[in-house]
């Protein structure tokens, strides 16, 4: 009975002990892993002091550029207060005001210079008016007369980039070049020399052209003979049917309204105003009154036309309502 109770005892110890290493163990593997976590964070701890400190070192590097900036502005500011106060700077006013002075008398010369000429202008239209009657001289007429393809090619000269616009000078210089073999070209030469502008645009400029020529065919032309019978009585115009303008807008609507896209190749919904007023041009002839479009297109103050705004040019023209 003893060696019984000795045996089960000895085997409860053994239990026991088994159960006990186990657990040992088992709180060194959690010993381990706390040291683990522990080991990581006073790496994270060491990151941070060492974020810190950089933190710490780059504020006091902005604080010295912050110090030495208040320093640098103190110092402007002392140096403008001194030039406001140096006599250099007093003489730079008075120069200042001189000048300005200066630019008031001159002011005062120009507008009374401007007022002689405006008199004197008005002296000489009043002896051209008396001079109207006197009977004038013929301008030179030379074997070789200037086209207007000539004249033009004289602006595209110019106008290298192809703006439409053309220095008034540099026009007219080029213009000068056909006097020796077109004597009669001076003319057209007087009228852009008188212009008041200094940029010709080549709309104006070709109207320019076509009115000089209109003068020159003129004065060629030999004068009408006069027949000594009484002339017929005229009957009066008759007056346009009402709604007929209307009807001959309508037919050449969707003709105008397809001419933007013509100039439009790209599909921009934009127009060069110069090309998209030749393109109307081209049916003046099939409805004269398109030339009431082309004329306000002419008038815009702008380069490039918008789609929509021309559609709505096009509508007022054809209701009566583009002014």
Request: proline share 5%; net charge negative.
């Amino acid at each position: 009975m003893n060696s019984m109770d000795k045996g089960y005892h000895q085997s409860q110890k053994s239990l026991q002990q088994s159960h006990l290493e186990e657990r040992c163990s088992s709180l060194t593997y959690e010993l381990e892993a706390l040291r683990s976590q522990i080991a990581k964070k006073e790496r994270r701890a060491d990151s941070a002091l060492s974020k810190c400190e950089r933190m710490e070192r780059e504020h006091d590097a902005l604080v010295a550029e912050r110090d030495a900036a208040l320093a640098k502005a103190e110092a402007v500011a002392e140096e403008f207060r001194q030039f406001k106060t140096n006599n250099s700077n007093k003489e730079l006013q008075e120069q200042c005001d001189q000048k300005d002075g200066e630019i008031r008398s001159l002011r005062g010369q120009l507008a009374d210079v401007t007022q002689e000429r405006d008199e004197l202008a008005a002296k000489l239209q009043e002896a051209t008016g008396m001079m109207a009657a006197a009977p004038k001289k013929a301008v030179p007429k030379s074997n070789q007369e200037t086209s207007e393809a000539d004249l033009m090619e004289a602006f595209d000269s110019v106008d290298e980039d192809e703006t439409g616009f053309a220095p008034r000078l540099d026009l007219r210089k080029k213009v000068d070049e056909f006097i020796p073999k077109d004597p009669y070209v001076q003319v057209l030469s007087d009228t852009i020399r008188g212009l008041d502008v200094m940029i010709l645009e080549k709309d104006d400029y070709i109207d320019h052209v076509h009115a000089w020529m209109e003068g020159r065919n003129k004065q060629a032309a030999p004068p009408p003979a006069r027949k000594a019978t009484q002339p017929e009585p005229q009957a009066p115009p008759k007056k346009p049917q009402a709604g007929n303008g209307k009807q001959q807008r309508l037919k050449v609507e969707k003709f105008l309204l397809d001419a933007f896209d013509k100039v439009d190749e790209d599909g921009t919904e934009f127009a060069p105003r110069l090309d998209l007023r030749k393109q109307v041009d081209k049916y003046v002839d099939q409805c004269p009154d398109a030339q009431q479009l082309s004329d306000y297109i002419r008038a815009l103050d702008v380069m490039i036309v918008e789609k929509d705004d021309y559609n709505e040019m096009v509508n007022n023209w054809i209701e009566g309502k583009l002014e």
